[in-house]
Each structure stands twice: as structure tokens, then as C-alpha cells.
């Protein structure tokens, strides 16, 4: 069986032009042109260019697809990229799953006569930090803290983000007031701040894991220092600085 380009762009979901572009440029070429100069496509170009939608998907150049279909390396460096692509559809997957499960609970609650649960309704919806905490903490670590934070109320999620708001109001108070990092009063809020992260699950520092933990703070204390969304958070840069550089102080003094 062999097909056209317009067969195969039609069955690939892609465009006749993204074929004669491959073809240009080297990376996918028909099984044959016949004497009316039409490109057929046989099952060896059918299975090139899975490998390299499948490629693509991943966010990998076409130039960089073609150095890895071409190398003699190329079947691990496939298996490589395929696997990242396929825990990419799983995450993907995974939120979808969430996502439909709270449509669900809305319509049978509709249909019931009752009130949905508001934090039911959004769940994968609004994870913000999903994919970091996966892939620093595991997608158990993420699902624990998922859970423990939609099943408060809507009362007690804004009771929490009004301590959380107030802890790192404090830090800015502290920066402002020519603290140290080692001064008692950064040590105090230092403790203040791990024991706040403690109560969240999912969290080695929930879990008692002293040697995860200090890594998690270590790079908590990176991000604050680092990623402007978080010297916002602090109120300014400087605060930020100074919850990190206790943070790490803290570290240095537990013992392991």
C-alpha cells in the first residue's frame, strides 16, 4: 500500500506542505516519485514519520529529530525522547482525569438538587505547581498536598493564605529592621517558616525525613532567592534574600 502526500497528510493530521518540507530538507523523503512526479509514501516513510511527530511533540528541533533518526545511536536516542513524550501524556493524562472527574461532580450534584463543592469544582484546574513538585518530590508528594488543600473549605484555604501571608510580611519586617540571617530573630522565624512547610503533606519536612528535607529547603531557599514571582511574594528582593539566607543557616544547624 503506498499514498499520496494528500493521503498521508490527511491520515498524519499534518499538511501537504509540512511533507514537501520534510522531503526539502531531508528529513522525511517518499518510498518512491513516480513518472507523473507524484510523491507515494510506503510503510517505511509511515513509520519515519511517526518517529518523528513523536519527536516533535517533545519540543526537539527538526534538525536535532534528524541528528537522532540519523546517528547510529539513534534507537536509544529515541527510546530517550520517546519516554520523556510518553511522561509528558501521562501528566497530561493524569490532569485530564482530574478535571473530568470534577465536571462530573458538578453535573451529578446538579442533577441531585445539590450544591457542588467548591473546591471539588476546580480541582486540576488551578495546580500551578504541579509539574515542579513532580518532578522535585514525585507525583505522590503532589497528590498528598493536592488533596490536603482542596479538602479544606473555602474559609480555611483563606485562613491559611492569610498565615502564609503574614509569614513572609515578616520576613520584610525583619529585612527592614537590619536583621541578619544568624541574628536570634531570623533563627526564630526560620523555625517558624520549616514548621509552616511541616503541615503541609506530601513535604519531607511533613514526613520527617531530615535528609530530604534539608534538600527541599536548600532549594526553596534558591527559588526565593532567585525568581522574581517570589520577591514579589516577599514584598521585595532583599526580604527574599534574607528568608533564603536563613533558610540555609537553618539547614547547616540540624544535624542529618
Do not use: C
Not at 78 to 93: M, S
Not at 98 to 118: K, N, S
Not at 184 to 206: K, L, N, Q
Amino acid at each position: 500500500m503506498e499514498w499520496t502526500v494528500r493521503e498521508l497528510a490527511d491520515r498524519a493530521g499534518i499538511s501537504g506542505r509540512t511533507l514537501r518540507h520534510y522531503h526539502r530538507i531531508g528529513l522525511l523523503g517518499p518510498d518512491r516519485i513516480g513518472a507523473n512526479g507524484y510523491r507515494y509514501y510506503g510503510a517505511a516513510a509511515v513509520a519515519r514519520l511517526q518517529r518523528i511527530l513523536l519527536l516533535r511533540d517533545t519540543g526537539m528541533a527538526l534538525a536535532d529529530i534528524a541528528a537522532v533518526l540519523e546517528a547510529q545511536e539513534s534507537q536509544s536516542a529515541e527510546v530517550e525522547a520517546l519516554t520523556r513524550h510518553l511522561d509528558q501524556l501521562a501528566d497530561d493524562r493524569e490532569k485530564l482525569d482530574r478535571r473530568i472527574a470534577a465536571v462530573r461532580h458538578t453535573l451529578r450534584m446538579r442533577a441531585e438538587g445539590l450544591e457542588p463543592r467548591m473546591d471539588v469544582m476546580l480541582q486540576g484546574f488551578n495546580d500551578r505547581y504541579e509539574s515542579e513538585v513532580v518532578e522535585r518530590w514525585g507525583r505522590e508528594a503532589f497528590d498528598a498536598s493536592n488533596q490536603w488543600w482542596h479538602g479544606k473549605s473555602v474559609r480555611e484555604q483563606r485562613e491559611w493564605k492569610a498565615v502564609a501571608e503574614a509569614l513572609l510580611a515578616r520576613w520584610r519586617e525583619l529585612q527592614e529592621e537590619g536583621e541578619e540571617a544568624d541574628s536570634a530573630a531570623a533563627r526564630h522565624h526560620a523555625s517558624v517558616h520549616v514548621a509552616w512547610f511541616a503541615e503541609i503533606p506530601g513535604t519531607p519536612t511533613h514526613a520527617g525525613d531530615a535528609e530530604r528535607s534539608a534538600a527541599m529547603l536548600r532549594g526553596i531557599a534558591d527559588q526565593y532567592e532567585s525568581d522574581p514571582s517570589f520577591h514579589a511574594m516577599f514584598g521585595s528582593e532583599p526580604a527574599a534574600r534574607l528568608a533564603a539566607d536563613a533558610l540555609r543557616a537553618y539547614v547547616r544547624r540540624q544535624p542529618l
